[in-house]
């Protein structure tokens, strides 16, 4: 009896055991997948920016003095006067170089002039015959570049009037010597910052140079702007005509006399240079009845005189 018991438990459990092996009712919990991590996206690294260079703090420019003069052309008609808004003095015609040894702000000029009323300018100070005289400071008026200066556009003959080297570049190879008495084409020019030499240079047309071209540096005591093999003298005197006012002078830089008007025919018997009467302009001397000896000085700038009779 003991033995058919055992037996029976034997089979229940091994049928029990078979049932739960093949699923049967026993209901097991899915397995949940594990939930992937999010990959982090790699930040760029960031480009470093350039430190700024620091710029040069500008060196302030230096006000004009006698000492370091600041250097001006007129390029339309300007009164020099005595004072700020003084007794007119002269005329300064287009062209003219003045060198500036004062710049006074309006403010300055009613504090060192009380009696000032000649309009709302800044003013210049020049020294004209050893005196100093004013300007009123109208900036279209002036120029730092030298109207005259040669270019292709406005070539300018002269004539040496002294032996003069002329070379391949500024300071460059010697070419030659000329001689006095020849004449020249300038159509450029060179400042000595340009060059980084000693002298401004003028580019002159020159068959045989490179390009045609040859340098020769500007001094201006050497040349002339007018032709110096055939100079004026009483017995060979030029006719000529003023194109614009000019004054004439009891001699070079002196005295004024008066002003000849636009298109008064003159006769030149004679001429100096800037080199021979130390001053900024060659000189014509003419014939003027009325003056002391019967001649006056007019200075030779080459714009407002002709050798052609106006129409």
């Known amino acids: 009896m003991l033995k058919k018991v055992t037996i029976l438990v034997l089979a229940i459990c091994l049928v029990a055991c078979a049932f739960t092996a093949c699923g049967g009712d026993t209901e097991t919990k899915p397995t949940t997948a594990p939930t992937a991590a999010p990959t982090a996206v790699p930040t760029a690294t960031p480009v470093p920016t350039a430190t700024p260079v620091p710029t040069a703090t500008p060196e302030p420019t230096a006000p004009p003095s006698e000492e370091n003069p600041l250097v001006l052309w007129i390029t339309s008609p300007m009164n020099l006067r005595k004072t700020p808004g003084g007794d007119m003095v002269v005329t300064l015609m287009n062209g003219v170089r003045i060198e500036v040894i004062q710049y006074l702000t309006l403010d300055e000029v ?13 003013y210049l100070a020049i020294k004209y015959n050893g005196e100093i005289c004013w300007l009123a400071y109208i900036e279209e008026n002036y120029t730092d570049i030298n109207p005259a200066n040669p270019s292709e556009d406005n070539p300018k003959r002269y004539w040496v009037a002294d032996p003069m080297n002329i070379r391949k570049a500024p300071d460059g190879e010697l070419i030659t010597t000329l001689p006095i008495g020849t004449e020249i084409m300038a159509i ?46 009483p017995q060979n005197p030029w006719t000529m005509w003023v194109v614009d006012d000019m004054n004439i002078r009891t001699a070079p830089g002196g005295e004024r006399i008066t002003t000849l008007t636009d298109y008064t025919e003159i006769t ?30 007019m200075a030779y700038i080459e714009d407002m005189l002709s050798y052609d009779e106006p129409d």
């Open 110 to 122: 009613y504090d060192q002039f009380e009696d000032y009323n000649g309009g709302d300018y800044d």
């Open 188 to 233: 450029g020019y060179l400042t000595k910052a340009e060059t980084n030499t000693q002298y401004d240079w003028l580019v002159i047309e020159y068959a045989e140079g490179e390009n045609g071209v040859a340098y020769m540096a500007f001094i201006a005591d050497k040349l002339s702007t007018t032709n110096i093999n055939s100079m004026p003298t």
């Open 268 to 297: 030149v018997i004679g001429y100096l240079t800037k080199a021979e009467t130390n001053t900024e302009y060659d000189w014509l001397i003419i014939e003027y009845e009325t003056a002391e000896e019967g001649i006056a000085y």
